[in-house]
Nanobody
Framework: VQLQASGGGLVQAGGSLRLSCAAS????????IGWFRQPPGKERESVAD????????YYRDSVKGRFTISRDNAKNTVYLQMNSLKPDDTGAYYC????????????WGQGTLVTVSS
């Protein structure tokens, strides 16, 4: 599986961005797909994830009510709609996928940079 992330950019606080992650190769093998981010000088952290077959998504507490993860299986694409952005949301955003419910994430896309100015 190959993952291609896009959609990052520079936005003012309070603004919105939508990230996209296009999967190719064998996306049917994915069990879970999600978004991570790495703020400047900090560790990478999970943001949101969703089962490829559907289900209740997971969100980290700090993005609940502002971010929405969704998937379009026909397009093999996962989206992260980010609203009410804050400077703390700044970082490199990565999409990732895993084939099993437990264990490590198997596939990673390249990062897309999100910068939120105050």
């Amino acid at each position: 599986v190959q993952l291609q992330a896009s959609g990052g950019g520079l936005v003012q606080a309070g603004g919105s961005l939508r990230l996209s992650c296009a999967a190719s190769g064998r996306p049917s093998s994915m069990y879970l797909i999600g978004w991570f981010r790495q703020p400047p000088g900090k560790e990478r952290e999970s943001v949101a994830d969703i089962r490829w077959g559907g289900g209740v998504p997971y969100y980290r507490d700090s993005v609940k009510g502002r971010f929405t993860i969704s998937r379009d299986n026909a397009k093999n694409t996962v989206y992260l709609q980010m609203n009410s952005l804050k400077p703390d949301d700044t970082g490199a955003y990565y999409c990732a996928a895993k084939e099993n419910p437990i264990g490590t994430w198997d596939y990673w896309g390249q990062g897309t940079l999100v910068t939120v100015s105050s």
